[in-house]
């Protein structure tokens, strides 16, 4: 059974940094492209970031370009993301994902970790 986990969630102050890391257990990402999606209270999940599964391309939503950075290490079965001079508008439940190969689809999810911005 696949699972995957996140970590590293909490309260932030505007203008600080976090990261959040994932861990995939019941299955390699070797192979998969990863990504980091974020849910806000009434809003739809929109993926922000995604690393394709050699790690050399990596992919951000406008918003967080130059402040979010997507990592992984395969022999760790893990990824990163860096989330540097944090805003309000980033308060949002983020989630960890495998994709199925270098696709949009498939993969896994995991339940997500709170990031919670104070002004």
């Known amino acids: 059974q696949v699972h995957v986990m996140e970590s590293g969630g909490g309260l932030v102050q505007a203008g600080g940094s976090l990261t959040l890391s994932c861990v995939v257990s019941?299955?390699?990402?070797?192979?998969?492209?990863m990504g980091w999606y974020r849910q806000a209270t009434g809003r739809m999940r929109e993926l922000v970031a995604r690393i394709s599964p050699d790690g050399r391309t990596s992919t951000y939503e406008d918003s967080v370009k130059g402040r979010f950075t997507i990592s992984r290490d395969d022999l760790k079965n893990m990824v990163y993301l860096q989330i540097n001079n944090l805003n309000y508008e980033d308060t949002a439940v983020y989630y960890c994902?495998?994709?199925?190969?270098?696709?949009?689809?498939?993969?896994?999810w995991g339940q997500g970790t709170q990031v919670t911005v104070s002004s």
């Open positions: 994902r495998s994709f199925d190969g270098d696709s949009l689809s498939g993969g896994y």
């Open positions: 019941g299955s390699i990402i070797r192979g998969n492209a």
